[in-house]
Structure formats: structure tokens, C-alpha cells
């Protein structure tokens, strides 16, 4: 080994993510230098607790077979195999494939340049691609392109298209009839559009079940209440998580050891949702004989049981009094605050909409007239004209 | 081949039979959006009505329109009894009230006129092969099942212009549509529900009268009127085209089907049993077929629930 | 004050959720358990234990099937005395043709050829609702009555179907008297009764409401409705099969195929109407007043002597149990069992009724 040592010559180019080891002018010809040099990159790395690009020179480098040998060894179970690509530089044909063998027996992708500048811009390029994907995914939390939904002849919604982000209040306004209920059906498969995409966490779809939106993490309230009318609040709530139960219906039956457990640990949940929306004295009242203000809030509540990461809620506040507008609305936004829960409402009263929400889509007649911030849209002539050519 | 057919036009006119017990379900289904299970035991207290009127010495006509007067008292008191405590009610509670009346039917119409199997002739109707026909294809067809659907056709002639050209057919149709649009025309809703069932107990009796005369007044006609149900299936529950296409379908595929699917079946498995009788649940397995396929049925229409 | 909830305060979920959280119930079950099993085969005559208690029971059970099936899981069958009929005959060819076979288990695998079976009735409910269903059980009753019928495999090659149930012994112990019967009966009955309780209680029980309440919010919180309906057919199914076994194997001893008709499918239906849509306790309830009621019926017209005339009594039967069907959807839908719980809250006020 020449005079420099292992440590100095690691790099980390944060920017791009990567890390560098310069083998130039370097003969490795037994075991104990590559295990050295491993020792000290996953030291290195345990530090950082993060995943690096790798980068090798291998200019003017001999690396013999039973270096090799060792490379593939250690590699295998080592984080630099895990790492997201090898990039290698300067090496000779006779090493390039070599590389490639070993490459193949640790099973990573080595990607081999003949410079180390040109293997830097390349990584700087990957690294890009991937944080865009990633961001990607992040903003399309969920996307709506070009559908439309029809009835026999009516036409409910057409090509109708736009995105809301995750972590955000969103709302759909329009006049009576707009197709404001029908997006939110299409949105989790209770109505199959006959065109266009609905992409939600960066899987678009044509069509679906009702119940895999469920099993995607989309709840809902409906435009008329949907409880079941026939159990209490406390199973109205239980129903809604569901899908969180794992016990099969033999040990249900039996309603012994973990089929007890569970059903006391949903119970648990269930009940922090109970003090959360502040239902605690009705809990075993059968829904049916509850006023309409606190069904609507059951409903909520049952939505909310699901741990939802996105909570659909249709005129959650409609045909309510003033104060339980209020409630209703500090439930939305603490929901929206505590458990990050993206939300998008339908709602007909314009100062609760401004209110709560960071964006706003406006249809009228099945399709989208505007949309934007609160602000914009209040003051969009075109949705005054809308509001006004049908409200009077 | 020409057995082929006598079984087949056999069949299409015992279906005319059926599509007029179907055809009183959709009128009520239609207008009150009840499922009237209660419409056989209805066909079964009209044609036993019928027949002890007559027994006591009424003539035909008037015993008919005696049998009429006491369906309409029958739509009337159902109307109270049964369907103005219930309005409102899910439907599937008013399917069971009429199950309830299905009962309540019977026993009253036993109860008045007994419970044994009458005859019932109509005046010059017999049912014999029609002559020409018999001799120049050899086909025969009974001159009663022509007549039965001669009068079937008629009445669904005369229903069609009833629900088109009067008022309170009209009002009928609305009340189909939309209960708040029937109100604005000005006709209560219980008079309408009144009328209709009225109406329903007419075919209810035109059908008992066409089933008494061909296989006699008896309990179980009220198994025969089951059979409505799979011609509702096929032909749609509000379809009125649907019910009388049904009826055909039924008709025809279930007298087809005894003739000729056990023999096939037997000879297929090599079974030596007989497998004959198939006609108490070919209609309803046909129908579980088709719901398979297209549930809204026949004629009706598609129909998303709305949330 | 016998019956009061005050002072019963839940110290945790676990007590909360128990199946029956008020003291005084407990105590009632318990007494009710140790009067049929102690008291009733030590008084009742033979006539009361076969001709009213045994099939009660069995009715019961037969009842709690539809029940889970139309009361909980708001599916309408036509059909329960079908698969009472599987449940008879796949027992009878079960003892039969395995030679050793324990009837207990016998009975178990008779439930489950009846789920099997109701589940292949049951697919068409997931296209179809309310009264279209009841056209497919219909197909179910015709038809399983008509190949028990028609292939005489399943009774062993007898005249019309008629099958006669083997000996009934379990462990070497013969159970031939009224008495021994009706305690076999009545421990399959409680044993299912409860499990049927605990299902209802349950998540598949909330999930069935939920179909039966609002189908699509249900689809919404992710209830799979295909899952959910064909588990209510295949449990419901089960439950008839087991009563149809009973009611061959302690019961008449000797059934047809035509003894399941679709007359006693309605009394099964009529009982889960009278005893409460939704309700195990109910079940039980509807089953005691249908088998009791032609029977007081009966005593009834002989008290009023030769007044009545003949044949009277079997419309009279018609007459009234389609009056007290329409009775009770109108005036009390939730049938006996509600009419019990609400005898229970006067209870709970007495002698205070404030
Ligand atoms: N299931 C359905 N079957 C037939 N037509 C439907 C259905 N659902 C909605 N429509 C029609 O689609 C159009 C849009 O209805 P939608 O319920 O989406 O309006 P909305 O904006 O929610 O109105 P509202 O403010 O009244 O709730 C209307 O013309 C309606 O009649
Ligand atoms: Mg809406």
C-alpha cells in the first residue's frame, strides 16, 4: 500500500450524494487491505445513517483475484452493496471486466465511465432523476386527469382535472347539481368514470373497487347520512376500523384470547376518537335516535376510526346551527393539525370554505371553472357569474 | 318437429298465464314501489270468490263483477291495514307485510268459501284443439289457452290506454317517478295506492278465472302464481312489456325444459331414475341464471344507487 | 330495585364488552340455563319435551340462522327449510355410509355441506338485493327438495325420499328417552347460540349490520361485500343444517324431502319476524310462539266446543299468524325480543318509575 492511507482517500460529495474512494495507484493483492478499507467505509457510513452513491477510481489500480474474492464476500452483506450504484473510473479493459463479474456475484449495478468528471455529472444526473420521482410521488398525492362520468344520458362530470397535495385542506364549491358528490365518488370507486385517471400516491387507475380505496387509506362522510342506523355509536365506530381487525371468524366465535384482545384494543382507539370529538355521553345510543348534528359527527367519527390518510367529507356541515358549524370546523382543522390527515370537503357555506381551506376547485354544470387559492377564486368573475346565474 | 312446436305454443300460452300474474306485481311495484308477494294468494281469493259467487247461483257476468267489487274492498282495506301504517318503511319490511297478507289471503278466502277444489267452466269455451289448425299442420292447440291469451291481450290493451290516456292513469304513472310530482297533480297518494291495487286485483281475478277454468280453483294456484316471480326477474320489476315478455319466456323454456332435459340428463349419466318434475324450479334457476347476467333485467334500466 | 345498572360502574373495556355487562342479566341467564337443564327433564312429561321443547330448540337454532342471515346481515331467504333438508340427509348419509362416524361430528359436517351449498345459493346476492334474493332462495328451496327427492342416493334408495335417522350415541351412551334427547339438543343448541352471540358481537357480526344498513358506506370503510355476504350465507347455512339434523336425528326420527317445504321456510321466517329481526334472544322467543301458538290455537277452539266449524282451525292458524306478522311490523318491527327488553328497563325502574 502506498503512502496515503484508507481514510484519506474516502470523500463524501454531499451534493450529490455519493461517496468517493480513490484506489489509484494502489496494488490490492490479499485479503486483509480489503478488509481494512470495508472496515473503514462502513465506520464511515454507520455515521452518517444514510445511503451514498459509490464512487471508485480505479486509475492505474491492480486488484488481484483474491481481492476480489474478498470484495465479493464482504459486499454482499455490506451497505456499500446496498448502496444505490457503483460508479467506476479509469480502469483497464482487464479490470472493467472484472468489475462487472464481481459486480454481478455481490448483485449491485456497477455503471463504468472513463472519467472520474464525467462519472461525477452522471451521478449528479441520477441523483436528480431520483429526488424528482421522489418529489413526484409526493406531489401527486392525488391527481385527477380528464374524467368524465356519465348516466345514462347526464352528464355528471366532464374531462374534469386537478391535483391537491398532501397535508392540505382542499375543498370542491359549486352551485346545486355540479358533479361536486359525483367527484368524490369517483375519487374512491363508488362511481366508475367512463374516462379518465384518478392517481393517487403515485398509482394511477381507471376504475375500482369501493373497498380497495379503503384498503388505500380513503374514508368518507356522505351528503346524506350514511350511519348504520340499526347499531350504536360505539359499533358505528368499531365498524370503521374494520380492516384493521385480523382475527378470523372462528376465533370471533369463540371471542376468546387474541380475538378478545383485539376487540379491547380497537375499543382503546375507538375511544380516543369518542373523547376526541367529545361523544362520550352517547356512545352507546343506537345512531338512529341521535339529533341530526351528531350523527353527522359520528359519521365523522366512523371516518375517522379508519385512520385515514385522506378524509373525504361531503357537506360535512350541512344543515347544522351556527355553533355546530363551528364544531364541526374545529374538528376538521384539528384532524387536519393532529394526525396530518389530508382533507378534501365539499361544502355549500363560502365563509367556512374560506375559512379552512388552502385551495378550492369550483364546478358548475360538470365541469371545473376555476380553481385556486380561497382569495383568487372568491374573486374569479367567472365563478360569480355561476354563483349568481343560479342562486337567483 | 311438430311435437317441438305443440310444446312450445303450449308453453307460450301457459306463459300468458304467468304474465298476467307478473303483470299485477309490477303495476303495484310500479305505483308504490311495494313488492306485492300477496299477488297470488290475490289471483287464489279472486278465483275462489269468483267461484262461490257463482255457486250460489249468480250469473257469469254479474258473479264477475261481484268478484271485482270484492277485490276493490280488499285494495281498500289493504291500503289501511297494511300499507298506511308502513309507508316509509324500507322495503323490504312492506315485502314482509305482504308475506304477512299472503297468509291473512288465504286463510280469509278458504275461511269464506272453503278449501276444497272447485270447477270453474267458462260459458263456449272448451279446451279442445282448434280443428283447422289440427288439420293442416297437426299441431294442437287448445282453443281455451287461444281464448286465455285473446283476453290477456285485451287486458293489457286496455291497461296501456288507461295509464296513457286518462287522468288518473296519468297520475299513476307520475307517482311511479316521483311521489312529490303525484301530489302536485292533486290526487292523494292513498287514493292512488287504493287505485292501483284495485286495478291489480282486477288482472289478480282475470288470472284466477283463466286459471280456475283450466286446472280448477285450488290452493295450488298460489304455487303456480309464485312462478310470477322469475318472469319479474326476467322481464324486469317495472316493465310492463317486460312482464308479458317474461311470462313467454317462462312459459315456454319450463314446458321445453320437462320435455326435454331429463331425458337428457338420464341418458347422459346413464341414470335410470326419473328425473321428470323439473318444472317446480326450472323457472327459478333460469332466472338465477339471468340475474347473472343482467340483473336489471329485460326491459329495465340500469341503475346506480345514488350516494 | 332488583334490576339496576346504577352503581354497576365499568372499570375497564374488558368489562364493558363482556356479553352480558349488567349483573342482573348474568344472574337471569344463569338461572334461565339451570331451569332447562336441571329443572325442565326432571318435570316436564314426555309429551312437553318431544312434542314442544325439542323442537323449539331446533326451530330456535333454525331461526338464529335466518336470523344471522336476514336479521343481521339484511339478506332475505325463502329457503331456511332447504337447508334444514341438506343438513338432514348429509347427516343421515354421513352415519351411513362412514361406518364409526361420531354423530357429533356427523352433525358438524352436515352444517357444512349445507354452507357449502348455501353459499352456492347465495352468489347471486351479490348482484341482487332485497326481493330478488328472495326469488334465488326460492330456487334453492325447490330445487334441493326436488333432487332429495329425485336421486334416491340420498336416502338410501327409499320410497319417495323417506329417510329414517340411525341410533343417536355418543361415547357408547345411547340416547333414546325424551329426557336425553331434548339435553342433547338443548347442549348443541346453547353451545351455537352462543357462538352466534359472540359472531354478532364481533367484527363479522358489525360487518354483516353494515351491509344490512347502508351497503355502501359499508364498501366505503372497506367491508368487502362478496367476503361479508357469502360468510353470512355459509354461517346462516350452517346453523339450519345443524337444526335440520336435529330435527331428523331428536325430533321425528323419520323425515321427507317434502317435509321441508317452503311452508315451514316461512315459519322460520315468521319466527325471526315475532321474535325480533336481529336478535339471538329473539330467535328463541319466535320460536316458542309459532310452536305454541296452533297448539293454543287448538286448545282454544275446544274450549269453545263444536261452535267452530271444521276446517276452520287450520285457516284460523293462516289467518292469524298473517295478522300478527303485519301486527308486528307495524307495531313493534324488533318483534318479542323488544318487547323482553323492555319489560327488563321497567325492571330496572321498579318500584321507582322515575
Ligand atoms: N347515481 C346516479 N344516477 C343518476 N344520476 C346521477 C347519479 N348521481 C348523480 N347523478 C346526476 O349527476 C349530476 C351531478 O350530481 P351530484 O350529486 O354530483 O351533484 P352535487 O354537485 O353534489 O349537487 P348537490 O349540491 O345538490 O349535492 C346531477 O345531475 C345528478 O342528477
Ligand atoms: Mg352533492
Not at chain 1, 123 to 139: F, S
Not at chain 1, 146 to 171: D, M, P, Q, W
Not at chain 3, 147 to 155: C, R
Not at chain 3, 249 to 261: K, W
Amino acid at each position: 500500500m502506498n503512502e496515503r492511507t484508507i481514510a484519506e482517500r474516502i470523500t463524501f460529495h454531499d451534493a450529490i450524494e455519493t461517496m468517493e474512494v480513490d484506489f489509484s495507484h494502489l496494488t490490492m493483492a490479499d485479503t486483509v487491505q480489503v478488509d481494512a478499507f470495508y472496515d473503514e467505509v462502513e465506520n464511515r457510513l454507520a455515521d452518517t445513517g444514510r445511503r451514498w452513491y459509490f464512487l471508485v477510481v480505479y486509475t492505474d489500480c491492480v486488484i488481484q483475484a483474491q481481492a476480489w474474492e474478498r470484495f465479493a464476500e464482504r459486499g454482499k452483506g455490506a451497505n456499500v452493496a446496498h448502496g444505490l450504484g457503483t460508479v467506476r473510473v479509469g480502469a483497464t479493459s482487464q479490470t472493467r471486466d472484472a468489475i462487472r463479474e464481481h459486480a454481478g456475484r455481490a448483485s449491485f449495478r456497477a455503471n463504468i465511465y472513463d472519467t472520474r468528471e464525467q462519472a461525477i455529472v452522471a451521478l449528479g444526473e441520477m441523483r436528480k432523476r431520483r429526488r424528482d420521482a421522489q418529489t413526484a410521488a409526493e406531489e401527486t398525492f392525488l391527481r385527477v386527469e380528464n374524467v368524465s362520468l356519465r348516466f345514462g344520458g347526464v352528464k355528471a362530470i366532464t374531462e374534469i382535472s386537478f391535483e391537491i397535495k398532501r397535508g392540505e385542506i382542499s375543498a370542491i364549491i359549486g352551485p346545486n347539481g355540479a358533479g361536486k358528490s359525483s367527484m368524490l365518488n369517483v375519487i374512491n370507486g363508488v362511481y366508475r368514470p367512463q374516462e379518465g385517471t384518478v392517481t393517487y400516491l403515485g398509482h394511477p387507475r381507471h376504475q375500482m373497487e369501493t373497498h380497495e380505496a379503503a384498503a388505500q387509506g380513503i374514508a368518507r362522510t356522505f351528503q346524506n347520512i350514511a350511519l348504520f342506523k340499526g347499531m350504536s355509536v360505539l359499533d358505528n365506530l368499531m365498524t370503521g376500523r374494520n380492516l384493521k381487525m385480523k382475527c378470523n371468524f372462528l376465533q370471533q366465535a369463540l371471542y376468546w384470547g387474541s380475538a378478545q384482545r383485539e376487540e379491547l384494543a380497537h375499543r382503546k382507539k375507538v375511544e380516543e376518537i369518542i373523547d376526541f370529538l367529545e361523544i362520550e355521553h352517547i356512545r352507546k345510543t343506537p345512531v338512529g335516535r341521535l339529533p341530526y348534528g351528531l350523527q353527522k359527527r359520528v359519521e365523522l367519527g366512523r371516518a375517522l376510526a379508519a385512520e385515514p390518510i385522506l378524509l373525504l367529507l361531503d357537506e360535512p356541515m350541512a344543515g347544522m346551527n351556527v355553533e355546530e358549524k363551528q364544531d364541526m370546523c374545529r374538528f376538521i382543522l384539528d384532524v387536519n393539525d393532529q394526525f396530518g390527515t389530508t382533507i378534501l370537503l365539499i361544502e355549500h357555506d363560502m365563509g367556512v370554505v374560506m375559512d379552512i381551506s388552502d385551495f378550492v376547485v369550483v364546478l358548475d354544470h360538470g365541469q371545473k371553472i376555476a380553481e385556486g387559492t380561497p382569495n383568487e377564486v372568491r374573486t374569479d368573475p367567472v365563478v360569480i357569474r355561476a354563483y349568481l346565474g343560479t342562486t337567483h | 318437429m311438430q311435437f317441438f312446436f305443440e310444446v312450445l305454443i303450449g308453453g307460450l300460452l301457459s306463459g300468458v298465464m304467468y304474465s298476467l300474474v307478473a303483470l299485477g306485481f309490477v303495476l303495484i311495484y310500479k305505483a308504490s314501489g311495494v313488492f306485492n308477494f300477496a299477488q297470488g294468494a290475490m289471483v287464489f281469493f279472486a278465483a275462489l270468490t269468483f267461484v262461490g259467487i257463482t255457486e250460489l247461483g249468480v250469473p257469469f257476468g254479474f258473479a264477475l263483477i261481484l268478484a271485482f267489487g270484492a277485490m276493490i274492498l280488499l285494495a281498500i282495506a289493504t291500503e289501511r291495514v297494511v300499507l298506511r301504517p308502513l309507508v316509509n318503511q324500507p322495503q323490504i319490511t312492506l315485502f314482509m307485510a305482504t308475506i304477512g297478507l299472503t297468509f291473512l289471503v288465504e286463510g280469509l278466502a278458504q275461511g269464506m268459501w272453503g278449501a276444497s277444489v272447485r270447477g270453474l267452466e267458462i260459458p263456449g269455451i272448451q279446451d279442445e284443439p282448434l280443428e283447422w289448425m289440427m288439420e293442416n299442420t297437426g299441431i294442437g292447440v287448445s282453443k281455451f289457452d287461444l281464448f286465455a291469451a285473446g283476453v290477456s291481450a285485451v287486458l293489457v290493451v286496455v291497461l296501456a290506454l288507461f295509464f296513457n290516456k286518462t287522468r288518473v292513469g296519468r297520475a299513476l304513472r307520475a307517482v311511479a317517478d316521483d311521489h312529490q310530482a303525484a301530489l302536485a297533480i292533486g290526487i292523494p297518494l292513498q287514493d292512488i295506492w287504493r287505485i292501483v291495487w284495485a286495478v291489480a286485483g282486477l288482472v289478480a281475478l282475470v288470472a284466477g278465472v283463466m286459471w280456475g277454468a283450466r286446472n280448477g280453483v285450488q290452493f295450488a294456484l298460489t304455487f303456480v302464481a309464485l312462478k310470477a316471480l322469475p318472469v319479474l326477474i326476467i322481464g324486469g320489476f317495472t316493465s310492463i312489456p317486460g312482464a308479458i315478455v317474461g311470462g313467454l319466456i317462462i312459459g315456454a323454456s319450463e314446458k321445453l325444459g320437462e320435455i326435454y332435459i331429463p331425458p337428457f340428463v338420464q341418458s347422459t349419466f346413464g341414470l335410470e331414475t326419473n328425473l321428470g318434475g323439473i318444472e317446480g324450479w326450472f323457472p327459478y334457476v333460469m332466472a338465477l341464471l339471468f340475474l347473472l347476467v343482467r340483473p336489471e333485467g329485460l326491459f329495465g334500466e340500469k341503475h346506480i344507487d345514488r350516494v | 330495585m332488583l334490576y339496576r345498572e346504577a352503581g354497576q360502574f365499568k372499570a375497564s373495556y374488558k368489562e364493558d364488552q363482556q356479553i352480558f355487562p349488567i349483573r342482573q342479566d348474568r344472574i337471569a341467564i344463569a338461572l334461565i340455563l339451570a331451569f332447562f337443564y336441571l329443572v325442565v327433564p326432571y318435570f316436564a312429561s314426555q309429551y312437553w319435551l318431544q312434542g314442544i321443547m325439542i323442537p323449539v330448540l331446533i326451530f330456535s337454532l333454525a331461526a338464529i340462522g335466518l336470523n344471522i342471515l336476514t336479521g343481521y346481515a339484511g339478506q332475505l331467504s325463502l329457503g331456511s327449510a332447504a337447508f334444514m333438508a341438506v343438513g338432514a340427509f348429509a347427516a343421515y348419509n354421513f352415519v351411513l355410509r362412514i361406518p364409526g362416524m361420531p354423530i357429533l361430528v356427523a352433525f358438524i359436517l352436515a352444517g357444512l355441506c349445507a354452507a357449502a351449498v348455501g353459499m352456492v345459493f347465495g352468489l347471486p346476492s351479490l348482484r341482487i338485493k332485497g326481493f330478488y334474493l328472495a326469488v334465488a332462495t326460492l330456487a334453492a328451496q325447490f330445487f334441493i327438495v326436488w333432487a332429495l327427492t329425485k336421486f334416491p342416493w340420498f336416502s338410501n334408495n327409499s320410497s319417495s325420499g323417506v329417510i329414517t335417522a340411525q341410533k343417536v350415541e355418543i361415547l357408547g351412551y345411547a340416547f333414546e328417552t325424551p329426557e336425553a334427547k331434548y339435553l342433547l339438543t338443548l347442549a348443541v343448541v346453547t353451545v351455537l347460540a352462543l357462538l352466534a352471540k359472540n359472531m354478532v358481537r364481533s367484527s363479522i357480526g358489525r360487518s354483516w349490520m353494515a351491509i344490512r344498513d347502508m351497503d355502501v358506506a359499508a364498501e366505503v370503510i372497506g367491508i368487502r361485500p362478496m367476503h361479508t355476504k357469502l360468510m353470512a350465507f355459509a354461517v346462516s347455512s350452517f346453523y339450519c343444517g345443524v337444526a335440520g339434523a336435529l330435527y331428523a336425528y331428536t325430533y321425528l326420527g323419520t323425515v321427507e324431502p317434502e317435509g321441508f317445504n317452503l311452508d315451514l321456510s316461512f315459519k322460520i321466517l315468521f319466527m325471526v319476524i315475532i321474535g325480533g329481526v336481529g336478535s339471538i334472544m329473539g330467535s328463541f322467543l319466535g320460536a316458542a310462539f309459532i310452536v305454541l301458538l296452533p297448539i293454543f290455537l287448538n286448545v282454544a277452539m275446544h274450549a269453545l266446543g263444536g261452535w267452530v266449524p271444521q276446517g276452520i282451525s287450520s285457516n284460523l292458524e293462516l289467518i292469524v299468524f298473517g295478522g300478527l306478522i303485519i301486527f308486528f311490523l307495524i307495531v313493534e318491527p324488533h318483534g318479542l325480543a323488544r318487547l323482553w327488553q323492555i319489560g327488563k328497563e321497567k325492571l330496572r325502574l321498579w318500584p321507582f318509575p322515575h
